[in-house]
C-alpha cells in the first residue's frame, strides 16, 4: 500500500506546532510496518534557507486554480528513508513565516491543487492520499474532481485528519470562485452560516468527504461531539462518526532519548538518575534560579496562549511559590503573559526563571532537568511535550482533557497506580490541588516518586503503535480489488443480503437501544 501524506509542515524543514512533529514521525514509522509511504510539503523560505543544498529539482509545471495560474517548481528531499516532495511557488511560500498572511486561503488551496495535479506525475501514485488539517483540506475536494473526470485516480482513496478543529478554514463564500470552486461544492460540503452571514469552510468540506477522518486522541474524538470542543462542528461531527477515528500521536522515542541525546550536559536512563541532577542543576543556573537539589523544579514549555491554560499558572503562582516551588516558563505566545513572566521573574528572583527565546535544544534540557511538567491546557488535542517530559522523566501535572487524558494515568494514593498527576474541573482549585498532591509525595515519600518517574520514563510512546492504528484505518478503506468491476446482479444480490442480515440482527437484538460508544 502507498500513503502520499501532505501536510503544511514537516519537521526538521519547516515547524510551527505538533504537526511537523507528526509529519517527521508517522510516514517514517509507516514505512518500518511495510506501507511505501511519501510526504509532500510546501518550499518555504526556511525550507531554502537551510536544506537547499539537499534538495533536487524534479520539473516545473503550471497549476490552475480559480482565476489564475500559478507557475510550480517540485523538488524533493529525503527523511530517514521517505521520499519528500516540496512544491515551489516563490510568490507564495518564499516569505518569512508558514503562516498568518491575507492570502493564506490562495496559498494552501494552490498547493492543494498542485498535490492533485501532479499525482499522476510523480513516481509515486498514492492508494491513499492524507491530508491533515485546513491547510490541506481543499485537495479531499479537489481530488473529487479530478476522478470525476479521470478514471486513472479513481482508486485513490482520501483521510483526512484533525489536528485541532480550531483552526477550520473559515473564508467568505466569495471566495468559491477564487479557490476555484464549483457552485455545487457550497451545498453539497462546504456552506457554513457564521455570525448571521455565509461563509465557506473547508475543514468541513474535508470532513464530509473523505473516506475516513481521524482526530489525534481517542478522548479528543470523543469530545468533539460536544459544543465545547467543536467549534461549531459537532454537527459534522455527528453526521461522520461512522468513519472517525481516534488515535493518540506518539513520538520518536530515539530522538527523545535521555541515554543519547546531544542536547542535554548529562546523559542518564532508569537505572542512573545522577545525571538528572545534574540537568536540574544546569537549567537552574542557566534561568537563574537559585539551585538547590531539593526544591521541586517545575517547568512549562508552551505557547504562550489562553488554550494551554496559562490563566490557571498565572492564579496559582504565588501558591506554588509559598509551597517552596521553583518554576520555569519557556515558550513565545501573548504579549501579555510574556510581560507577566517577566514581572514574575522580578518578583520572585530565584524561584522563576523565564525566557521567550524558544529553542528545541534548550526545551529539551528543560524536559531533562525539570522534576515535574505543568500542562493545564483548557483543551489538548493530544498533547507532545507531555509525552516528551516524561520519556526524561518528569512527572507530569495535567488538566484531564483530551490526548492528555489518554497519555497521562492520574496518581492514586490508596492503590499507587499511575504515572502523572491530573484534575477533571478545569479551575485554579483543581490545578493546585494536583501540585499539591505531587509535591506532597516529591518532599514525603522518595521511593513512591521515583517509582511513578520511573514509569514515565519506560511508557511506551512509540510511533509503532500509532502507526498499527493509521495502517488498520488505511486498509478499512482501500479497495485491494481495484479493476474488477461487480455486475449489477452480483451487486443487487449483495445488496439484498447485507439488508437480510441487518433485519435479522435488528430482530435479535434487546429492545433496549443504546448509542455506541465512540471508542475506537
Known sequence: MKVLFATSECAPFSKSGGLADVAFSLPPALKGIGIEAAIVTPLYKCVKDRFWDQLTYVFTRTVGVGY???????????????PVWFTGCDELFDRPMLYGYYDDAVRFAVFSKAVTDTLGELSFLPDVLHCNDWETAAAVM??????????????????????????????GRDMMDTLGFAPGWYDGALAYIYDGRQDMNLMKGAMLMADAVSTVSPNYARELHYPEFAYGLQGVIDMIDGKLYGILNGINMKRYDPASDPNIPVHFDTDNLFGKALCKHTIQKMFGLDEEVEWPLLASVARLVEQKGIELVKMVLPGLMDMGCQLIVFGQGEQQYIDYFNWAKENWPGQVGFSSNYTE???????AGADMYLMPSRFEPCGLSQMMAMRYGTVPIVHETGGLKDSVRGYKEFDGIGDGFSF????????????????????????????IRKRCMTKDFSWNK??????????????????????FEEAYENLKNAYIKLDETNRSSLPEIVRPSYHR
Open 424 to 451: 477533571m474541573d478545569y479551575s485554579a482549585k483543581g490545578l493546585y490541588l494536583a501540585v499539591v498532591q505531587a509535591v506532597k509525595l516529591f518532599f514525603g515519600d522518595d521511593e513512591k516518586f521515583l517509582t
Open 361 to 367: 535544544e534548550v526545551a529539551n534540557m528543560i524536559f
Open 68 to 82: 489564475r495560474d500559478f507557475r510550480i517548481d517540485l523538488y524533493q528531499g529525503e527523511l530517514d528513508g521517505v
Open 466 to 487: 500509532s502507526a498499527r492504528a493509521y495502517a488498520s484505518m488505511y486498509e478499512k478503506i482501500v479497495d485491494h480489488h481495484v479493476g474488477t468491476e461487480l455486475s
Open 142 to 171: 479537489y481530488l473529487k474532481d479530478r476522478q470525476a473526470v479521470d478514471g486513472t485516480f479513481s482508486h485513490i482513496k482520501s483521510v483526512f485528519t484533525i489536528h485541532n478543529i480550531a483552526y477550520q478554514g473559515q473564508f
